[in-house]
C-alpha cells in the first residue's frame, strides 16, 4: 500500500527529559477526502476505533463483517480533528474515530469491492 493522500511534515515535541525532539508525521486533510466520501458528522466518538460499544462486535474477532474499512460509510471534520465514521453491521450504532491514517486503507477496500457502501455494485448512501 502507498500513501496516496497524505503528506508528510514535522512537528516539534517535548521529550519526557526536557529536550526538544523533531517527529515526521503524516498529515491528511479533509481536502484531500473525496467530495463523495464526505458525509454528516453522525454518531458517537469511539475510542475502541473498531469495537462497537453497544453489542461489542470486534471486526477481527468476526472477519465475516468485513474490517472496519469495509464499514466506513463516510469521513468528516469534528472536534476531535477528521474522523471516519462507520456503521456496526450487527446493532447498526454509529461510531467515528480519529482517521488521519485510515483514509488509504478505506480506498484499498473500495478499489477491492470489499467496501460495502462505496465498492463495486454497492449502493452510495
Ligand atoms: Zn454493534
Known amino acids: 500500500m502507498t500513501w496516496k493522500y497524505g503528506y508528510i511534515g514535522t ?3 517535548l521529550a519526557a527529559n526536557g529536550t ?3 517527529i515526521v508525521i503524516k498529515f491528511l486533510a479533509m481536502e484531500k477526502i473525496d467530495i463523495k466520501y464526505r458525509k454528516p458528522l453522525v454518531g458517537r466518538y469511539n475510542k475502541s476505533v473498531s ?8 471486526f477481527l474477532k468476526n472477519p465475516k463483517y468485513g474490517t472496519i474499512f469495509d464499514n ?3 469521513f468528516n471534520d469534528s472536534h476531535i ?3 471516519a465514521m462507520w456503521e456496526c453491521p450487527v ?3 454509529k461510531w467515528f474515530y480519529h482517521s488521519e491514517y485510515h483514509y488509504d486503507y478505506f480506498l484499498d477496500a473500495v478499489d477491492d ?3 460495502k457502501y462505496y465498492g463495486s455494485g454497492a449502493k452510495a448512501i
Request: a negative charge; glycine letters at 12%; one cysteine or more.
Open 11 to 13: 512537528s516539534v515535541v
Open 20 to 22: 526538544q525532539v523533531r
Open 51 to 58: 469495537r462497537c460499544l453497544d453489542c461489542d462486535h470486534e
Open 72 to 74: 466506513i460509510n463516510g
Open 81 to 83: 480533528g477528521m474522523v
Open 91 to 93: 446493532c447498526f450504532s
Open 113 to 115: 469491492g470489499t467496501q
